[in-house]
């Protein structure tokens, strides 16, 4: 079963998420959160933010 949270954030949130993420000066797990949040804010399923943030740490890793 596919569950969907619905996740509201406004433009100062998005910002700071993004932010977090570019510096990549955080912890691995605080990023990859941020990353979902995003991804849920934009309507995406916990399906797909799993098979994204998999992908995502896998070209972390590789390149």
Known sequence: MV???IVDLNEN???QLQTLIKKGKH?????TRANILLM???GE????????SEQ???NRVLH
């Open 3 to 5: 569950k969907k949270y």
């Open 45 to 52: 399923t916990d399906k797909a933010n799993s098979q994204a």
């Open 56 to 58: 995502k740490i896998l």
């Open 40 to 42: 849920a804010s934009e």
């Open 27 to 31: 912890k691995a797990r605080t990023i």
């Open 13 to 15: 949130e998005v910002s």
